[in-house]
């Protein structure tokens, strides 16, 4: 049986790719920073519910450059999918994120509803029409680390290499992200760091991020077979079309912090 339409619109309206990535990834860093299995479902469940709102109101907040740019692969935008009905499950889901991070001691949820979750709405709410589009990122996937950390049993700070990383990496998946929209973009007025680099400009500055980042933590971790994976994706990023590269760079991401729960 198919879930309702209102189900399914929710998902397609919540940027699933980016939420399921960051989620997994805040789920592999789990173990290698000190979670026992409980623990590190409720962090996990936190980050998750956090990156709902995000996604739910990127396009409630868009929800007019959408409909002016014809973007029927977005529910909002296409009808099917009332904005109150999703201000509802912002609601909703910002609860859950609200306790679930508490659960996790007051410095992480601090962290992560500030950092992660705030960076997240900030670029939501303006930063992304900007050439500070990428600072969002970078101090989201940053801190991505530490509020997984600090929720841990031993509250204690992660690597400084594994925040950096994370930032590194972020900045590369902003700017893959936007490549496929830099037209639709200019077209309603958004001026952010990829379009001011252009296309190829856009594609060669994230994957400098993606290789500096995945480099760190080769070199960190002593795992080499990660530059890679680096080297490939860096191919993709740079001939791929669509969202192709974006995956490829939440894929590099994920395989990064594999390697550091699976030594």
Known sequence: MRPPL?????VGSCHPGPTLAVTLISALLARPLGHSLDTGALVTGAVFAGQLTIGWSNDLIDLERDRASGRRDKPLA????APRVVWLAIAVAGLACLGLSL????????????AVVGSGWAYNLGLKRTIASWIPYAVAFGALPAVVALAAPARAWPPMWMMATGALLGVGAHLLNAVPDLADDAATDVRALPHALGERGARIGA???LLAGTGLAAVATRRFALVLVA????????????QRPFYAAAALAVLTVAALAWP
């Open 6 to 10: 209102t189900a399914r619109a929710l």
């Open 78 to 81: 296409a009808g099917l999918l």
């Open 103 to 114: 659960a996790g001691g007051w410095v992480s949820a601090l962290l992560h509803l500030a």
């Open 207 to 209: 994957v400098a991020m």
């Open 231 to 242: 080297a490939v994706i860096a191919a993709i990023a740079l001939r791929g079309r669509g």
